[in-house]
C-alpha cells in the first residue's frame, strides 16, 4: 500500500514538471530573424556609409548660376559707385594765403596788437590794403581803416595827458596817413596847438601865392637852444621833422659845430621811426634850418624863443 502511494506521488510529481515543462515551451519568444533582416536594411553597412560620405552632392546648376550672377552684379554695382564717388569728389586746392579773409585775420590780430601802421608789411594797415586792393569797396575792411584812425586818436589824447606833445604829433600824422580827409582831423590839430608855443616869423618868408609853388622857409636857432638842448627845443624839432615829411620837403642843417649838426639832425629823424628825414647837415653860422618845399604859404612853425 506504501509503494502504491509512493508511486502514485511520483508520478503525480512528473506530472507536474512535465505540464511545467510544456507550458514553459508553449510561451517561447517568436523568431527574430525577421525583425533581423528588418535592422539590416535600415542601417546601411560601413562600404555603403563611406561611399555616400565621398561622393559630393550635385549642386543645383540654376541656383549656382544666379548666385554667380548675383555677385558679379554687386561688384559691379560697387565699382560704378565707386567710380561716381570718386568723379563727384572734389579735388582738394591747398590754402592760399593772400584770400580777404586771411588778409582780414591778420589785420585784426595786428590790430589787437598796436600794430596799426607799423612795422611796415606787418601792421593791420598793411593788410588792409592788400584786401583793398582785391576788393576796393570791401565793407569790413573800411571800418577797420576806422578803427585804426580812432586808436591813433586815442593815443594823441594819451600822449597830451602826459605832457608828450611831439609823441601826440607823431600818432596825429599817422592817423591822419590812414584818413588823410578824416572828418575828426582839424579838431586833433587844435587840441595839439593849443599845447604848442605860439609861432611867430620866420627869418625869411615869402608872400602868399594863387598856386603851389617852391618856396624856402628859413627857421633859425639860438646858442641856448643848440647847447642846452633842452625838452622845449626838442619837442619842436620832432615836429618840425614830421610837418615837413608831411610836405615832402628837403631841409639843410647849420651849426657851428658838427657835433650840434649831427644832434639836430638825429633829433629830427627820430621823430618817426618808420620815415627819414631828407636833410644834408652843414658847419657854419648862423645857425638854421632852410626848409625847402612846394606851398601857397609859409607852412612851417618857427620856435618861440
Request: contains cysteine; aromatic residues 6%.
Amino acid at each position: 500500500m506504501y509503494f502504491i502511494h509512493f508511486f502514485s506521488q511520483q508520478h503525480v510529481l512528473g506530472g507536474l514538471l512535465l505540464v511545467l515543462f510544456l507550458s514553459i515551451s508553449g510561451c517561447s519568444a517568436p523568431e527574430i530573424k525577421p525583425a533581423t533582416e528588418a535592422n539590416v536594411q535600415l542601417q546601411p553597412s560601413r562600404e555603403q556609409s563611406s561611399q555616400a560620405a565621398e561622393a559630393p552632392t550635385p549642386p543645383n546648376q540654376a541656383t549656382e548660376k544666379a548666385s554667380a550672377a548675383a555677385t558679379t552684379s554687386a561688384t559691379e554695382v560697387a565699382s560704378d559707385k565707386t567710380e561716381v564717388s570718386t568723379a563727384k569728389q572734389p579735388t582738394k586746392t591747398p590754402a592760399i594765403k593772400d584770400t580777404v579773409s586771411f588778409w582780414l585775420g591778420e589785420a585784426g590780430w595786428a590790430f589787437s596788437q598796436d600794430r596799426l601802421t607799423t612795422p611796415k608789411g606787418n601792421s593791420a594797415y598793411d593788410y588792409l590794403q592788400r584786401v583793398l586792393v582785391k576788393q576796393p569797396k570791401n565793407p569790413q575792411a573800411l571800418v577797420a581803416l576806422e578803427q585804426i584812425v580812432q586808436r591813433y586818436y586815442e593815443l594823441v589824447r594819451s600822449s597830451l595827458k602826459q605832457g608828450k606833445v611831439a609823441q601826440a604829433q607823431v600818432y596825429l600824422t599817422r592817423a591822419l596817413g590812414v584818413l588823410p580827409a578824416h572828418a575828426e582831423g582839424p579838431a586833433m590839430l587844435k587840441l595839439i596847438a593849443a599845447r604848442q608855443p605860439k609861432p611867430k616869423a620866420a627869418m625869411e618868408s615869402m608872400p602868399e601865392t594863387q598856386k603851389p609853388a617852391l618856396r624856402t622857409q628859413i627857421l633859425a636857432l639860438t646858442s641856448a637852444q643848440l647847447q642846452q638842448q633842452d625838452e622845449a627845443t626838442i619837442a619842436w624839432l620832432m615836429r618840425l621833422a614830421l610837418k615837413a615829411q608831411s610836405l615832402k620837403a628837403t631841409m639843410l642843417i647849420v651849426a657851428p659845430k658838427d657835433s650840434q649838426a649831427r644832434w639836430l639832425y638825429q633829433t629830427m629823424n627820430s621823430a618817426d621811426p618808420e620815415l627819414r628825414i631828407r636833410a644834408n647837415i652843414k658847419r657854419g653860422a648862423p645857425a638854421r634850418i632852410e626848409v625847402n618845399y612846394v606851398a601857397r604859404v609859409d607852412e612851417l612853425e618857427v620856435y618861440d624863443h
